[in-house]
């Protein structure tokens, strides 16, 4: 349990140092929309990371997600960090979330599905 919670926290510890490095040296008014990109990239490695261990944690009280727990992250921090960059150009209406949850539960359904009939 305890080289779990090590493989668990350092790379996190690591990505909040490279977030706190990026974001705090970078002016968003400034740079190229290039590094806008590779921050928004940063930031779903740090997203998905913070779920999975959410995730993990959560199988700690019963909730069977310890198997799905991968897929589930990368669903939540790919929702999150969309949602994130439509709101940061201006763009984030309460309809977009009302298409894009829906739409989300939909995918992971699907690619549930579809693995659980391939093994």
Do not use: C
């Not at 929309?33 to 990239?41: A, E, M, N, T, Y």
């Not at 150009?89 to 995918?107: M, Y």
């Amino acid at each position: 349990m305890k080289q779990l919670f090590k493989r668990q926290f350092w790379p996190l510890i690591g990505l909040f140092m490279a977030d706190g490095l990026f974001f705090g040296l970078t002016n968003p008014a400034t740079i190229a929309s290039f590094w806008l990109i590779i921050g928004f990239g940063l930031l779903a490695l740090t997203l998905y990371h913070i779920w999975k261990g959410l995730l993990w944690a959560a199988s700690w009280y019963g909730l069977p997600t310890r198997r799905h727990a991968k897929r589930l992250a990368k669903l939540l921090s790919g929702l999150t960090v969309g949602l994130l960059a439509l709101q940061s150009i201006g763009e984030l209406t309460l309809r977009d979330v009302l298409v894009l949850l829906p739409l989300a539960s939909l995918l992971y359904v699907y690619l549930s599905y579809g693995r659980s009939q391939a093994i």
